[in-house]
T-cell receptor, first 111, second 114 residues
Framework: KQEVTQIPAALSVPEGENLVLNCSFT??????LQWFRQDPGKGLTSLLLIQSSQREQTSGRLNASLDKSSGRSTLYIAASQPGDSATYLC??????????FGEGTQLTVNP | NAGVTQTPKFRVLKTGQSMTLLCAQDMNHEYMYWYRQDPGMGLRLIHYSVGEGTTAKGEVPDGYNVSRLKKQNFLLGLESAAPSQTSVYFC?????????????FGPGTRLTVL
């Protein structure tokens, strides 16, 4: 059974700092890995999707990497801003219709 | 373009009552999903649909039923609510099951069963 773990569970940083969120998964037979953002009381918004054949994806200040063989992904956020405060969720797709989610990292960026 | 919408946003039920959660999408997506989110458990797939008139069980289907009579709607039913079904329920949709396609999520329904 696929299991996804995110470390740390919570992170608090000052504005402007670069930071890394970690995600690990137990079964390397994945179709893709996605990073989502969830704001309090809201749904999930897809940030980056890395297909299994890819190593990384970038969008603005966000960069996500994937090392499928070791079962790891990182989300790098450059020059963090208070508006980045949210919970970040990692999810892997292991069959056509099934996403397995981690519990998330709650990020607080302090002005 | 509203994306994925869910009704209601909040609901309180008593044990044994029934209710239906409605999910609607206006993106002409084939695939639709129902998840529940619980502290310490992450999001877990309840049921999903790969097209109009089809449904399939996910990871935690017990106590729930679903229907997809129209392509744009996916209904989640609780026939006899239990306190263990207190959760936040999210609906999602995707264009296909291709590895390049992401899922789009609704805002969630917060359900409390007393």
């Amino acid at each position: 059974k696929q299991e996804v773990t995110q470390i740390p569970a919570a992170l608090s940083v000052p504005e402007g700092e670069n930071l890394v969120l970690n995600c690990s998964f137990t079964d390397s037979a994945i179709y893709n890995l996605q990073w989502f953002r969830q704001d309090p009381g809201k749904g999930l918004t897809s940030l980056l999707l890395i297909q299994s054949s890819q190593r990384e994806q970038t969008s603005g200040r966000l960069n996500a990497s994937l090392d499928k063989s070791s079962g790891r992904s990182t989300l790098y956020i450059a020059a963090s801003q208070p508006g980045d405060s949210a919970t970040y969720l990692c999810a892997v797709k292991t069959s056509g219709s099934r996403l397995t989610f981690g519990e998330g990292t709650q990020l607080t960026v302090n002005p | 373009n509203a994306g994925v919408t869910q009704t209601p946003k909040f609901r309180v039920l008593k044990t044994g009552q029934s209710m239906t959660l409605l999910c609607a999408q206006d993106m002409n997506h084939e695939y639709m999903y129902w998840y529940r989110q619980d502290p310490g458990m992450g999001l877990r797939l309840i049921h999903y649909s790969v097209g109009e008139g089809t449904t399939a069980k996910g990871e935690v289907p017990d106590g729930y039923n679903v229907s997809r009579l129209k392509k744009q709607n996916f209904l989640l039913g609780l026939e006899s609510a239990a306190p263990s079904q207190t959760s936040v329920y999210f609906c999602a949709s995707s264009y296909s099951r291709e590895s390049r396609d992401t899922q789009y999520f609704g805002p969630g329904t917060r359900l409390t069963v007393l």
